[in-house]
């Protein structure tokens, strides 16, 4: 069954939630061929219920103690920007679309997420650009993170917010 995993972290990110379960995203997805949704949703107050139909699934958590399981089991993971989740998603080898929060100030999300897009890694949107982006990308272009190499992730991530 083709699922995808959607993960803000640690942190509350209302705009992703809403944006990747609204019925026009959620119909995209279907269209796709994803007949699963997990949705881990941190500390937000956006909290959709789970759902369950003969075509699809949605379940919907705050937090694991390990988002590993939801990582491997998945075909696509969504992605707030941070740089753990990334880290832990491009090294886990699945398809990884980052949502960047561009409510933030001084987004370092948004340098990260480029960068790695430039690099062939992931794709990159706004959750206002989510269904468009969700629509127009192609999966299979998308390069294998080198494995095995925290040390040039933590470099490139000192070199993306200016340490």
Known sequence: MKSAFVTVG????????????????????Q?????????????????????STPTFT???YRYKNSLSKDI????????????G?????????KPLLVVVNDK???NHQLELARQ????????YCTCGTLIKTLQSMDLSTLKP????????????????VGI
Do not use: W
């Open 116 to 123: 790695l897009h430039r690099d062939g890694h992931l794709f």
């Open 58 to 60: 949605q379940e919907v």
């Open 31 to 51: 269209d796709l061929g994803y007949k699963r949704l997990v949705l881990q949703i941190g500390r937000g107050t956006v909290a959709p219920g789970s759902v």
């Open 72 to 83: 491997q089991e998945s075909d696509l993971v969504i992605s707030h920007a941070g740089a």
């Open 145 to 160: 993170f080198p494995p095995g190499q925290p040390e040039k992730f933590a470099a490139f991530l000192d070199k993306v």
């Open 10 to 29: 640690t942190t509350s990110f209302d705009g992703l939630v809403a944006a990747v379960t609204a019925p026009e995203a959620l119909r995209v997805l």
């Open 85 to 93: 989740s990334c880290l832990e998603v491009l090294e886990a080898g």
């Open 104 to 106: 933030l100030m001084n």
